[in-house]
């Protein structure tokens, strides 16, 4: 199993440009989620999705698009990047929503900068 | 609610001594607890967890941490430091009745290791 995957694994933007940030996983998790890491602030959840068709806000969740068409890729839009957005963001995926006392797995991360 | 404080955001121990990183939590109800490590440039990768079973925990490379209720505490420890612990540790609760994720992270305590 290759995991949680992410790409790009580096960024740059310019203001007001938009992209995504691609998240697959393959171990058939229901739950996917977005967290941004920023220095002395730990993980904060921006979206999250309990399974395909389903998605919800988080802690974060302004600036940024989900969906989920698929169980296995859950992408993450910048609509029109500021550089409040300049931090890392993880991918994440675990059995099931209601249960988040199993394992969380994480990507790598995408480091994004915008200008 | 619930949340996390990481006591230290920084502590720095010298290679072959013990560590101790600091965790303290509050929760209405009985929480399962993490703590995960990430590696300079890497994702999370879960080192243990605690859900009601023994109170002390072990978990990859040595670590353990000890779930007190009396002091809704879960320090991770290690006896002896290696240079491969040099990162960054985060505590989690998780209780999934609570937020869109029912997990909250701690702000993060970063492990110096000294030659």
């Known amino acids: 199993n290759a995991g949680v995957t992410q790409t790009p694994k580096f960024q740059v933007l310019k203001t007001g440009q938009s992209m995504t940030l691609q998240c697959a996983q393959d171990?058939?998790?229901?739950?996917m989620s977005w967290y941004r890491q920023d220095p002395g602030m730990g993980l904060r959840l921006i979206h999250y999705?309990?399974?395909?068709?389903?998605?919800d806000q988080g802690e974060v969740p302004n600036g940024y698009n989900v969906s989920r068409s698929t169980t296995e890729d859950f992408p993450l839009r910048l609509l029109s990047a500021a550089p409040s957005q300049t931090s890392v963001y993880f991918c994440?995926?675990?059995?099931?929503?209601?249960?988040?006392?199993?394992?969380?797995?994480f990507g790598p991360g995408t480091r994004l900068t915008v200008l | 609610a619930q949340s996390v404080t990481q006591l230290d955001s920084h502590v720095s121990v010298s290679e072959g001594t013990p560590v101790l990183l600091r965790c303290n939590y509050s929760?209405?109800?009985?929480?399962?607890l993490f703590w995960y490590v990430q590696h300079p440039n890497k994702g999370l990768q879960l080192l243990l967890k605690?859900?009601?079973?023994?109170?002390l925990v072990k978990g990859i490379n040595g670590f353990e941490a000890e779930f007190k209720k009396s002091e809704t505490s879960f320090h991770l420890t290690k006896p002896s430091a290696h240079m491969s612990d040099a990162a960054e540790y985060f505590c989690?609760?998780?209780?999934?009745?609570?937020?869109?994720?029912?997990?909250?992270f701690g702000k993060g305590t970063h492990l110096i290791i000294q030659p």
């Open positions: 989690v609760v998780s209780r999934p009745e609570e937020g869109a994720d029912g997990l909250t």
């Open positions: 171990m058939n998790h229901e739950y």
């Open positions: 999705s309990v399974g395909a068709g389903i998605t």
């Open positions: 929760s209405s109800y009985s929480p399962s």
């Open positions: 605690y859900t009601s079973a023994a109170t």
């Open positions: 994440a995926s675990r059995i099931e929503r209601g249960a988040s006392y199993n394992e969380q797995f």
